[in-house]
């Protein structure tokens, strides 16, 4: 039988464990709360940063209308198209945006099976004006197996557009040479593979420098979101992207995905 002492001190030690318990849960719904507040402000970054790209485009797709409104003899033919343009843009980036929601809630997407040619000839078109103004000479060599992938459309796009826009970075910082951007699709051991090689500054030299890190950035007014974000979505994908520099100069990202068997390809995929 326990003496009263003895009790005393057993209660004593419960109430310092169920105090010491108490803690600990209120230290971990603090962390929680922190850990929350991580995930939120990332996301709000996300956003912001995939909405800037997109607003660039409608912003010059409106300014391309009232030109052509503007004329002696309005083009309403050319302006209607661009008017196309910015629904489509502002489409998209709606889709992206809910899409990326859902990723960040680890919500399962919407994935299916999409040429890999068709995507990449997409983005291109899209970042055409941005391309054209940066005075890069783009090639494109599309596989003709016209490899197919399971994908959500939007973010894999996304993914593209924000590789292409990197690209362009790193070719805008050089002027001794012209500058260029070559994309290629194929097919290596059950990934279907694009790879986007510039002729522009190269990686960074830092050997702890890890690019697809949250908040990395080597450019004044950059976020550092763009590839961490790239790096989620192609881990949702069950894919990865990678980067390396080249023999001469500038560097090359690739983007990889899981083949879609042959035998099990969509007979309406197109690209
Ligand atoms: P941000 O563009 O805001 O800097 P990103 O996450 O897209 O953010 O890129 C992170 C960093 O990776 C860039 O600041 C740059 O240092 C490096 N990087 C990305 N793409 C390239 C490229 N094509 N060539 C050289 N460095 C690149």
Redesign the pocket.
């Known amino acids: 039988m326990l003496e009263v002492s003895s009790m005393r001190s057993v209660v004593m030690d419960l109430f310092e464990l169920r105090t010491a318990v108490n803690l600990l849960h209120g230290t971990e719904r603090e962390s929680d709360r922190q850990l929350r507040l991580t995930q939120l402000g990332e996301l709000a970054g996300t956003i912001m940063?995939e909405v800037n790209q997109p607003l660039g485009a409608i912003i010059s797709s409106a300014d391309a209308a009232l030109r052509w409104l503007d004329r002696d003899v309005p083009n309403v033919a050319s302006a209607t198209r661009s008017i196309q343009r910015i629904r489509a843009i502002a489409g998209r980036s709606g889709r992206t945006i809910a899409d990326l929601q859902l990723l960040s809630a680890n919500i399962l997407i919407d994935f299916t099976e999409q040429s890999l040619n068709s995507i990449v000839e997409e983005a291109v078109r899209i970042s055409k004006p941005q391309l054209a103004l940066a005075e890069v000479t783009t090639t494109i060599c599309l596989d003709p197996a016209r490899p197919v992938a399971k994908a959500n459309m939007d973010l894999l796009l996304q993914v593209m557009l924000?590789?292409i826009?990197?690209?362009i970075?790193?070719v805008l910082e050089v002027s001794d040479r012209k500058r260029t951007l070559s994309l290629r699709t194929f097919t290596s051991s059950e990934s279907v593979i694009v790879e986007?090689e510039?002729n522009?500054?190269?990686?960074?030299q830092d050997p702890g420098?890890d690019?697809?890190d949250p908040l990395?950035?080597?450019?004044k007014s950059?976020?550092?979101?763009?590839?961490?974000?790239?790096r989620r979505v192609m881990v949702a994908h069950g894919g990865s992207i990678q980067?390396r520099p080249n023999p001469v100069c500038?560097?090359t990202?690739a983007v990889s995905l899981p083949q879609v068997a042959p035998s099990r390809q969509c007979s309406n995929v197109v690209g």
């Not at 990395?216 to 450019?219: D, G, L, M, R, V």
Request: hydrophobic share 45%; glycine share 18%; aromatic share 12%.
């Open positions: 940063h924000n590789v826009q990197n690209a970075d790193s986007f510039d522009g500054v190269g990686l960074s420098a690019l697809f990395y950035t080597t450019k950059g976020m550092g979101l763009g590839l961490a974000l790239c980067a500038g560097a990202f």
